[in-house]
């Protein structure tokens, strides 16, 4: 159903056989046609215009990149710290019961002044091997020393002695034990060795 015209708002134009034929307007009074025509594109930008907006986007594209390389970076930092200390914490737990134990050792020691050598010597011991089962828990394995060929990849010489029925270049005794963790050599073993 169409709506009745008003012939107010009704204008005609005239075609090229000389009848006038309605032509309808919009609300603002513009004729239909022109509305659909589109407006008047805007002129197109210079060459050193376009470069110069091209350029500033590349500019703001590239700070952006800069700005998410510097956060990257500042995670990363954060999270070895964190990984670092995780892994301190790790090996630093087990230990606090060995601090325990010597804690209670020299609490008996006190506690009862006639403690026999032997069962200090006990203490000790039981000590020790609490110890040495924490460092195996976290991979860390002694370096063989006593008897071995001189290897200086594992081995610190601290001396050289001649001794009989031994070949030149074995240890012969540890001065301090080396370990090592994995591949990793924490601390090399420090040895006297046979000339």
């Not at 169409?2 to 309808?24: C, I, K, L, N």
């Not at 025509?37 to 197109?44: H, V």
């Amino acid at each position: 159903m169409t709506e009745p015209r008003d012939p107010e708002h009704e204008t005609t134009e005239e075609t090229a056989s000389g009848q006038e034929t309605p032509v309808e307007e919009t609300a603002d009074g513009e004729s239909l046609d022109e509305a659909i025509e589109p407006a008047d594109e805007e002129e197109d930008p210079s060459p050193e215009e376009a470069l110069a907006a091209e350029r500033d986007a590349l500019h703001e594209k590239w700070l952006r990149a800069v700005a998410e390389m510097e956060n990257v970076r500042k995670r990363a930092r954060r999270e070895v710290v964190d990984a670092r200390r995780f892994a301190q914490a790790d090996l630093l737990r087990p230990l606090l019961a060995v601090a325990d134990d010597l804690e209670r050792a020299l609490g008996s020691m006190t506690e009862d002044p006639d403690a026999t050598v032997d069962n200090m010597r006990e203490g000790v011991v039981l000590i020790r091997q609490r110890f040495e089962n924490v460092l195996k828990e976290k991979g860390v394995e002694v370096v063989e020393a006593q008897g071995a060929e001189f290897d200086p990849a594992v081995h610190e010489a601290v001396g050289q002695f001649e001794r009989e029925g031994v070949e030149a270049g074995v240890v012969i005794e540890v001065v301090q034990q080396g370990y090592r963790l994995g591949d990793l050599l924490l601390r090399p073993a420090r040895v006297i060795i046979s000339s």
